[in-house]
């Protein structure tokens, strides 16, 4: 009885995950991402999206824990531990950081090659969902 008292609780408390969404510009000419994609382009293996276009991987920052544990199962620490090791060997950078969804959102609808993530409650038509990752 106690137990389901504590979850009922707790579910009041602490809402629900909702997905996060992979979204692109409209015009990008990318239609969707396979999870091999995004991980090579977050990663910083590939420098260009399917359509050509040159890839701007944007981390943003409300989500950016969430992303990475859903995409790469890996936490901010070692996120940043291995682009650390990329940036002193010259070999890459990190995505584009960025503050807030809004200035995500700005970036991607003016740059074709943007591509960002958000939780995906908050996807807006001028924005393209090219993957979901499930939490």
């Known amino acids: 009885m106690r137990c389901c008292l504590l979850v009922a609780l707790l579910s009041l408390v602490m809402p629900a ?29 590939y420098r260009k999206l399917p359509s050509g276009n040159p890839a701007l991987p944007l981390d943003v920052a409300p989500f950016k824990a969430r992303f990475y544990r859903a995409l790469v199962n890996k ?33 991607v609808t003016s740059n074709p090659g943007a591509v960002g993530y958000l939780d995906s409650r908050e996807v807006s038509p001028d924005l393209h969902v090219v993957l979901i990752l499930s939490e």
């Open 17 to 45: 995950m909702a997905d996060i969404a992979i979204v692109v510009n409209t015009g990008s000419g990318v239609s969707h991402l396979t999870r091999s994609d995004a991980v090579n382009i977050f990663m910083g293996r």
């Open 75 to 107: 936490n901010l620490a070692e996120i940043n531990s291995y682009w650390a090791r990329l940036v002193f060997s010259g070999e890459n950078s990190p995505p584009q950081q960025v503050a807030t969804v809004a200035e995500m959102r700005q970036i």
